[in-house]
T-cell receptor
Framework: AQSVTQLGSHVSVSEGALVLLRCNYS??????LFWYVQYPNQGLQLLLK??????LVKGINGFEAEFKKSETSFHLTKPSAHMSDAAEYFC???????????FGAGTILRVKS | DSGVTQTPKHLITATGQRVTLRCSPR?????VYWYQQSLDQGLQFLIQ???????AKGNILERFSAQQFPDLHSELNLSSLELGDSALYFC?????????????FGPGTRLTVL
């Protein structure tokens, strides 16, 4: 079965520092991968998605992620953290032959001033 | 604003009761998905409808049911509620139902069972 592992339930960075949120997937076939962000008391908002085109995917708010098949990873990065980036981030994989999203456990990003 | 609307925003009810959660997808989206978010289980897929037909089922309890109406809005019915059903319930929609399709999420309905 498809699964997603997000390393680190909490990540804390200083404002202006690099953000790195880790996501590894298990898949026997090339997956489709997504990063969503959830702000407090809100729904999930798509940051970016990988659908087998370019391996480096750029998303909204300065985030990007690189699909590395050899490492089965899809880590999310942002060069410089902003206070407004504080939220919970979810990595998700979509089944090739199905329609549901399988989510990781989420990583709460804290940005210190 | 994703364009997906969910009502009500909050729902407080007692064990044993039945509730209905409503979702209106984005204009033009044919596919509706329901997810449950809880502290212990995380985000879990419940069920998907496409143009009125059930297409996929996940970890949905037999006490729960859903349907999608001709105008494409969907309802999730939860019955014989238990304390453990307290969670945030999200509806998402997509244009069609391919694995590449972006699912747009509504703001959720927070259910509290007392």
């Amino acid at each position: 079965a498809q699964s997603v592992t997000q390393l680190g339930s909490h990540v804390s960075v200083s404002e202006g520092a690099l953000v790195l949120l880790r996501c590894n997937y298990s898949s026997s076939v090339p997956p489709y991968l997504f990063w969503y962000v959830q702000y407090p008391n809100q729904g999930l908002q798509l940051l970016l998605k990988y659908t087998s085109a370019a391996t480096l995917v750029k998303g909204i708010n300065g985030f990007e992620a690189e699909f590395k098949k050899s490492e089965t990873s899809f880590h999310l990065t942002k060069p410089s953290a902003h206070m407004s980036d504080a939220a919970e981030y979810f990595c998700a994989v979509s089944l090739v032959y199905g329609n549901k999203l399988v989510f990781g456990a989420g990583t709460i990003l804290r940005v210190k001033s | 604003d994703s364009g997906v609307t969910q009502t009500p925003k909050h729902l407080i009810t007692a064990t044993g009761q039945r509730v209905t959660l409503r979702c209106s997808p984005r204009s033009g989206d044919l596919s509706v998905y329901w997810y449950q978010q809880s502290l212990d289980q995380g985000l879990q897929f419940l069920i998907q409808y496409y143009n009125g037909e059930e297409r996929a089922k996940g970890n949905i309890l037999e006490r729960f049911s859903a349907q999608q109406f001709p105008d494409l809005h969907s309802e999730l019915n939860l019955s014989s509620l238990e304390l453990g059903d307290s969670a945030l319930y999200f509806c998402a929609s997509s244009v069609v139902q391919g694995p590449k399709d972006t699912q747009y999420f509504g703001p959720g309905t927070r259910l509290t069972v007392l």
